[in-house]
């Protein structure tokens, strides 16, 4: 059955880096769209950032642009995603999330069947 197990959050001081790891499998095809989400308590899951693993095409949100980088690495079965000069606004649970195909920018989090469990990310100021 398909799996996705996040790591590599943690806290950091704002203008520092994290990055987050997912490791999937069990797809049957090796075309799968990712996309990194983020959710803080009463707030609705956020699209941040989304990869084609065959393609290696992305998408980012604009509050991220510039400092999130997504990237892929096929043979392990993985996607990353580097997060740069974070901000106290950056602060959530993160999730990875991901569905067979190819799709064009960031979806909504009700398209998603696969999830993994969440990786906590805190930004203090």
């Known amino acids: 059955q398909v799996q996705l197990v996040e790591s590599g959050g943690g806290s950091v001081e704002a203008g520092g880096s994290l990055t987050l790891s997912c490791m999937i499998s069990g797809f049957t095809t090796s075309v799968i769209y990712v996309e990194w989400f983020r959710q803080v308590p009463g707030k609705e899951r956020e699209g941040v950032a989304a990869?084609?693993?065959?393609?290696?095409?992305?998408y980012y949100a604009d509050s991220v642009r510039g400092r999130f980088t997504i990237s892929r690495d096929n043979a392990k079965g993985s996607v990353s995603l580097q997060m740069n000069s974070l901000k106290p606004e950056d602060t959530a649970t993160y999730y990875c999330a991901a569905r067979s195909g190819i799709w064009a920018g960031l979806r909504s989090s009700e398209e998603f069947g696969y999830w993994g469990q969440g990786t906590q990310v805190i930004v203090s100021s």
């Open positions: 990869i084609i693993t065959s393609s290696g095409i992305t």
